[in-house]
């Protein structure tokens, strides 16, 4: 599609169908999936699993693209927005979100040398430990946008834009939210 499109049903009746439908559609997927993953042990012992593999991968890309579940956050009960940016389908909720927080990120006033600078400097100034440590929230990253002289205002946005980023702590910043910031080009 080449233009947004919005698919509201206020119907109560329709909208259960809908759901009912959408719910098949999903019990129908899933047990293709299950068949496919059979044939694909199967045929893995002789090294000829490539086929199977090759129709698990097509049909979760089916299923991704559909508008029966929202990519973001899994719902299938919602009503559906086509977003031509991402060219899938989201639920108006994960939608308003998402717009939200592009608008966000770009009325950032932080150039990507300031982000990469302070992630640089965040990196340099904690030791991230798997094993379960204690976590400081985002303590460094503080001292280091305070240092640099950023804004609390700027520091405020920054903070929600990591949070959304999968961002909820120094060192959440370093292993989620750079990746994701880099994905999305901020970075």
């Known amino acids: 599609m080449k ?13 259960r169908v809908r759901n009912e439908l959408r719910s098949l559609w999903k019990s129908w997927l899933d047990d293709i999936e299950n068949s496919l993953w059979d044939e694909f042990w199967d045929t893995a012992g ?13 049909l979760h890309l089916l299923e991704t693209k559909s508008i029966c579940t929202c990519i973001h956050c899994g719902r299938s009960d919602k009503d559906m927005i086509y977003t031509c940016d991402w060219e899938q389908w989201l639920c108006i909720e994960c939608n308003s979100k998402r717009v939200y927080f592009n608008n966000l990120r770009n009325g950032l006033e932080m150039g990507k040398s300031e982000l990469n600078e302070f992630l640089v400097r965040l990196e340099k100034s904690i030791k991230i430990n798997h094993g379960g440590s204690k976590c400081n929230g985002y303590k460094n990253s503080k001292k280091i946008l305070n240092k640099m002289g ?38």
């Open 46 to 58: 002789r090294g000829d699993s490539s086929e199977a593999s090759r129709k698990l991968s097509e």
């Open 150 to 187: 950023i804004a609390e205002e700027i520091q405020k946005n920054l903070y929600e834009l990591l949070h959304y980023y999968g961002g909820h702590c120094d060192c959440d910043i370093l292993i989620n939210a750079s990746l994701r910031m880099a994905e999305g080009n901020l970075i």
């Open 3 to 15: 233009k947004q499109r919005v698919i509201i049903i206020k119907n109560p009746r329709l909208r």
